[in-house]
T-cell receptor, first 106, second 116 residues
């Protein structure tokens, strides 16, 4: 069983839609990361969460430590948001989810 | 904002050749990591490095792999005799112990290794 599960694996939406990507984990963690990977391959850190909620522009990340679950939301999605979004948990070293491939169509 | 850098961005090599992938972590960080991502698969942990020695390594990190911090700034991953299945994107990361109980992570842009 994977220690970090993401859903959905793939998501295609129209520009402007509200996007939710989910992450569940089964191990104890000190923090959870949401990361973005563009087709070129580079990884950008979006959020690091240990509790509650964080917001940055149109991106919102929440975490429920008791339920071992986190969500990444994108409001007013745009084609430039198209990327792979990865959840990774800090369990001394990072344990990575498989990623969610998001495509936003104009 | 500080950044982790990696060179080269793309390396093409023949099977059996040695390659060295280079990373320059954030200068005051203490923990360093190598991860790899085979095309279409998820990112996998290779090795962590602290206080000039390996602190943890995965099953992938066999005798063909080695890491070192030769000059206090660079952090290198060497693959002694590359195999076709070593073709992947290799990411370097560094993190710092903060006053809190979690660490802040910074990732390099990756080196795409192609073994022919």
């Amino acid at each position: 069983k994977n220690e970090v599960e993401q859903s959905p694996q793939n998501l295609t939406a129209q520009e402007g839609e509200f996007i939710t990507i989910n992450c569940s984990y089964s191990v104890g963690i000190s923090a959870l990361h949401w990361l973005q990977q563009h087709p070129g391959g580079g990884i950008v850190s979006l959020f690091m969460l240990s509790s509650g909620k964080k917001k940055h522009g149109r991106l919102i990340a929440t975490i429920n430590i008791q339920e071992k679950h986190s969500s990444l939301h994108i409001t007013a999605s745009h084609p430039r948001d198209s990327a792979v979004y990865i959840c990774a948990v800090d369990n001394y070293q990072l344990i990575w989810g498989a990623g969610t491939k998001l495509i936003i169509k104009p | 904002e500080p950044e982790v850098t990696q060179t080269p961005s793309h390396q093409v090599t023949q099977m059996g050749q040695e390659v060295i992938l280079r990373c320059v972590p954030i200068s005051n960080h203490l923990y360093f990591y190598w991860y790899r991502q085979i095309l279409g698969q998820k990112v996998e942990f290779l090795v962590s490095f602290y206080n000039n020695e390996i602190s943890e390594k995965s099953e992938i990190f066999d005798d063909q792999f080695s890491v070192e911090r030769p000059d206090g700034s660079n952090f290198t991953l060497k693959i002694r005799s590359t195999k076709l299945e070593d073709s992947a994107m290799y990411f370097c990361a560094s993190s710092t112990p903060s006053g809190s109980w979690y660490r802040k992570w910074f990732f390099g842009p990756g080196t795409r290794l192609t073994v022919l």
